[in-house]
């Protein structure tokens, strides 16, 4: 089966510039999540949505940050402009529908953010 | 807010020793997750935790939900080379499924 899939893999520009960061989730699954993950902070939850509707996005750092997700099956995190301390690795993570337990969540390989 | 302390923050160990690292938590915690992270790429679940007490197994690896609902630890028994990554854990209280991350394990397994 298909796990989370993220694009691009890695990405290098120049500060100032706009970056969108994809996310495809596993089929079947409601809940989305976007994470950052750096030396210093480790992982940290940015915006996670449940039936594609944006439920908890107080880890957005800044009104640089956006979010979107269209449909069941994709989603976006835009940075406009990007600034050389948004230099991570950006994860995705999609989980499905709870049955009565708290459904593990299930992660992409990232996007190695680096901006110049 | 609530914050997770994974320890230790770091094990180099001989191939064939036993290894465990834990993660305790200031407030309780409905689930507990155990993920492995390797190089360029994205944390994958090792073994989920949905009861208080409950002590789960995946081949050599073994984690429990501690009676608190405060901690949990992970053991990985004759450790091979392959084991090598960084190990986090993670806690879930319920509502909306968000997860609060340990700071991981970096585990080093010298051949």
């Known amino acids: ?116 | 807010g609530q914050q997770l302390n994974q320890s230790p923050q770091s094990m180099f160990i001989q191939e064939g020793e036993d290894v465990s690292m834990n993660c305790t938590s200031s407030s309780i915690f409905n689930t507990w997750l155990w993920y492995k992270q390797d190089p360029g790429e994205g944390p994958v679940l090792l073994i989920a935790l949905y009861k208080a007490g409950e002590l789960t197994s995946n081949g050599r690896l073994t984690a429990q939900f501690g009676i608190t609902r405060k901690d949990s630890f992970l053991n990985i028994s004759a450790s091979i080379p392959s084991d090598v990554g960084i190990y986090f854990c993670a806690g879930q209280l319920g509502a909306g499924n968000m997860l609060t991350f340990g700071g991981g394990t970096r585990l080093m397994v010298k051949p």
């Open chain 1, 1 to 116: 089966d298909a796990g989370v899939i993220q694009s691009p893999r890695h990405e290098v520009t120049e500060m100032g510039q706009e970056v969108t960061l994809r996310c495809k989730p596993i089929s079947g699954h409601n809940s989305l999540f976007w994470y950052r993950q750096t030396m210093m902070r480790g992982l940290e939850l940015l915006i996670y949505f449940n039936n594609n509707v944006p439920i908890d996005d107080s880890g957005m750092p800044e009104d640089r940050f956006s979010a979107k997700m269209p449909n069941a099956s994709f989603s976006t995190l835009k940075i406009q402009p990007s600034e050389p301390r948004d230099s991570a690795v950006y994860f995705c993570a999609s989980s499905p529908p709870g049955t009565g337990v708290n459904q593990p969540q299930h992660f992409g390989d990232g996007t190695r953010l680096s901006i110049l």
